[in-house]
């Protein structure tokens, strides 16, 4: 089946030490997107890729960044983790369609811990 | 800027009953999309069910259907003979035609359906 996998599903890291996070899909999509999301909340939108081209959200803090090798992987890079990222990392795909939109497929997410 | 609304960030519902959950929304736009996405506990995020705005039947998918009223800008969730495997985190979510694909997605509503 056609999906969005995200690895690892629980990372555990030290306040500091840089972390990565894993996105791939195999739905062919154009557009991949990371959302942080707190416990119960609405998922944060913190940037998005558009085929190759990096679209950042005016309120993401420097600290994150992300890359995209090709058009299945995207990675979710956090330089020095704080207490404060501690959260569900969400990654979706979408794509377009004629006239329109696609809706966001979602992974099953990476969960951070921030020790 | 698009803002979406969930009034009830809880409800509960008994087995088999039927139960709608409330989504308004803002928005200066004339085509569009609305979603309503659940998140199980410890569960990726999936689709239940879109609508887009230039049509006027309302969605359904088996259980699920929509109340869609673009003048009042209300897009409201009914789910009915509610089983327990629906207890979920529901999030309603706007997208527009444009913009890339991204979602806004309201606050959540918690939903546990009772045996």
């Known amino acids: 089946d056609a999906m969005v996998i995200q690895n690892p599903r629980y990372q555990v890291t030290q306040f500091g030490k840089p972390v990565t996070l894993s996105c791939s899909q195999t739905l062919n999509h154009n557009v991949m997107y990371w959302y942080q999301q707190k416990s119960s909340q609405a998922p944060k939108l913190l940037f998005h890729?558009?085929?190759?081209?990096?679209?950042n959200e005016a309120d993401t803090p420097d600290n994150f960044q992300s890359r995209r090798p090709n058009t299945s992987f995207c990675f979710l890079d956090i330089r020095s983790p704080g207490l404060g990222d501690a959260a569900m990392y969400l990654c979706?795909?979408?794509?377009?369609?004629?006239?329109?939109?696609?809706?966001?497929?979602f992974g099953p997410g990476t969960r951070l811990t921030v020790l | 800027a698009q803002t979406v609304t969930q009034s009830q960030p809880e409800m509960s519902v008994q087995e088999a009953e039927t139960v709608t959950l409330s989504c308004t929304y803002d928005t200066s736009e004339n085509n569009y999309y609305l979603f309503w996405y659940k998140q199980p506990p410890s569960r990726q995020m999936i689709l239940v069910i879109r609508?887009?705005?230039?049509?006027?039947q309302n969605a359904t998918e088996n259980r699920f259907s929509v109340n869609f009223q673009k003048a009042a800008k209300s897009f409201s969730l009914k789910i009915s003979d509610s089983q327990l495997g629906d207890t979920a985190m529901y999030f309603c979510?706007?997208?527009?035609?444009?913009?890339?694909?991204?979602?806004?997605f309201g606050d959540g509503t918690t939903l546990t359906v009772k045996p």
């Open positions: 890729y558009y085929d190759k081209d990096f679209n």
């Open positions: 979510a706007f997208m527009t035609y444009t913009n890339a694909g991204k979602s806004t």
């Open positions: 979706a795909t979408s794509s377009a369609l004629a006239g329109g939109w696609n809706e966001q497929f």
């Open positions: 609508q887009e705005a230039y049509k006027q």
